[in-house]
Structures are given as C-alpha cells and as structure tokens.
C-alpha cells in the first residue's frame, strides 16, 4: 500500500512538472506573438516612401513572359502581395478583385503579385475566378529582398514616375485604402503648391489603429 501511494505521488508531481513546462513555453510563445503584433505595419514592406522603387523581377502568370520594373513605369501601380498558403489572402481576394475597376478610374492599376509556383497561383486563380492582372515571382527571390517584404497581405504604391508613395498592410476594404490614397494626392498637391512640402505618408492611418492587421509571416 505504501509503495503504491509513493508511485501514485511521484506521477502526481511529474504531471504537475509536465503542466509546469507547458505553461512556460505558452507564456513564452504568447510573448512572441505579442512582440510580433507590436511592431509598426509599415515594417511588412519595407522600402522608404519618397524614394525610387527598387528593382524587381517577375514573370506574367499567363504567358510566362519576364519582367522588370521598366514594364511598370509611365503607370500609378498598387501592387498587392499575396501568397497561395496565406488564409487571410484568400479571404480577402474578392474583395481585392472588387477594387480594381474604382482603382482603375481613380487611374491606378492593381497588380497581384503571387509568391508561389505558376501551378499554385493558377490554382489560386481559378478557384475564386480571378480576373486580376497577376505576376509570379519566387518567394526570398530578388522581388522580395529589394521590397523587403516581411509579410501579406501587403502593398506597395508607386507613382508614375517610379517613386514609391505607401506601403504596409493591405486594408480589406477600398474605401479604407482609397482614403489612404487620397491623403498621398492631397500631399502630393500640397507639395507642388508650395514646392517643398514633404509627403504625407499613407501608413499614418495604419500607425494610429484605423487598420488592422491580418497575417504576418512568422
């Protein structure tokens, strides 16, 4: 009887040692989280507002033909980066699809940019009838590293001049984006008026919690 209520407590303690451990590693891998959260949206692409977009390179999901940033240029692009295995991409694409006809006549064009295989995109594509222009490009492959894209949904504007003009979290809802596109135009007149005035960035709204985020890549 003794030996059996001495084995009995030595499990006790190791089932409360095993729960000791699993609440560490919970508390430790919530901090993450945590600290992840916290950093500033704009930090998913990190290419500086006001200065040249970097180089980049591309392919057309249809035709497979190459592309670098000169195909781009003389064109206001809002380029959207998403990724097949990304959730919150997927949900969001019709309503990223819904956007480009009212971006079109504000006269930009909504470029998809898929980090994946032309198979997986086509997929993608396919299965929420598309009919988005769309490029592909590998994931950790020059587009990425110049852009430092750190996470997506995600988008990066550039003027037509090849100037980058907002990026960060890609909002869910073109209201919330178009807003954040008028405020680049309005700075952008403010600027040409007085012929110094600095741009405003787009991300202020993003800064301030008007946005959420949705997925980063861990």
């Given at each position: 009887?003794?030996?059996?209520?001495?084995?009995?407590?030595?499990?006790?303690?190791?089932?409360?040692?095993?729960?000791?451990?699993?609440?560490?590693?919970?508390?430790?891998?919530?901090?993450?989280?945590?600290?992840?959260?916290?950093?500033?949206?704009?930090?998913?692409?990190?290419?500086?507002?006001?200065?040249?977009?970097?180089?980049?390179?591309?392919?057309?999901?249809?035709?497979?033909?190459?592309?670098?940033?000169?195909?781009?240029?003389?064109?206001?692009?809002?380029?959207?980066?998403?990724?097949?295995?990304?959730?919150?991409?997927?949900?969001s694409l019709p309503k990223y699809e819904a956007m480009i006809p009212k971006a079109k006549k504000d006269g930009i064009e909504?470029?998809?940019?898929?980090?994946?295989?032309?198979?997986?995109?086509?997929?993608?594509?396919?299965?929420?009838?598309?009919?988005?222009?769309?490029?592909?490009?590998?994931?950790?492959?020059?587009?990425?590293?110049?852009?430092?894209?750190?996470?997506?949904?995600?988008?990066?504007?550039?003027?037509?001049?090849?100037?980058?003009?907002?990026?960060?979290?890609?909002?869910?809802?073109?209201?919330?984006?178009?807003?954040?596109?008028?405020?680049?135009?309005?700075?952008?007149?403010?600027?040409?008026?007085?012929?110094?005035?600095?741009?405003?960035?787009?991300?202020?709204?993003?800064?301030?919690?008007?946005?959420?985020?949705?997925?980063?890549?861990?």
């Amino acid at each position: 009887m003794e030996q059996f209520l001495l084995i009995s407590s030595i499990l006790l303690w190791l089932v409360v040692l095993f729960n000791l451990l699993l609440t560490f590693a919970l508390i430790r891998k919530l901090r993450q989280v945590t600290a992840n959260e916290s950093e500033p949206f704009t930090k998913m692409v990190d290419v500086k507002i006001g200065e040249p977009a970097p180089p980049l390179v591309a392919e057309t999901l249809t035709t497979g033909k190459n592309l670098t940033f000169n195909d781009f240029l003389g064109r206001t692009i809002n380029f959207i980066f998403i990724s097949p295995n990304c959730s919150a991409c997927r949900e969001s694409l019709p309503k990223y699809e819904a956007m480009i006809p009212k971006a079109k006549k504000d006269g930009i064009e909504v470029v998809l940019v898929s980090f994946a295989d032309p198979t997986k995109t086509k997929n993608l594509i396919n299965n929420y009838n598309l009919h988005s222009s769309t490029v592909i490009t590998p994931e950790g492959g020059l587009f990425q590293t110049n852009y430092k894209i750190h996470g997506w949904p995600s988008f990066c504007l550039i003027d037509a001049k090849g100037i980058v003009r907002a990026t960060g979290h890609m909002p869910g809802e073109y209201e919330e984006w178009k807003n954040l596109y008028d405020e680049w135009k309005k700075s952008e007149d403010l600027h040409k008026n007085s012929g110094g005035a600095e741009f405003i960035s787009l991300t202020s709204q993003i800064r301030s919690g008007n946005i959420t985020e949705e997925r980063r890549i861990s």
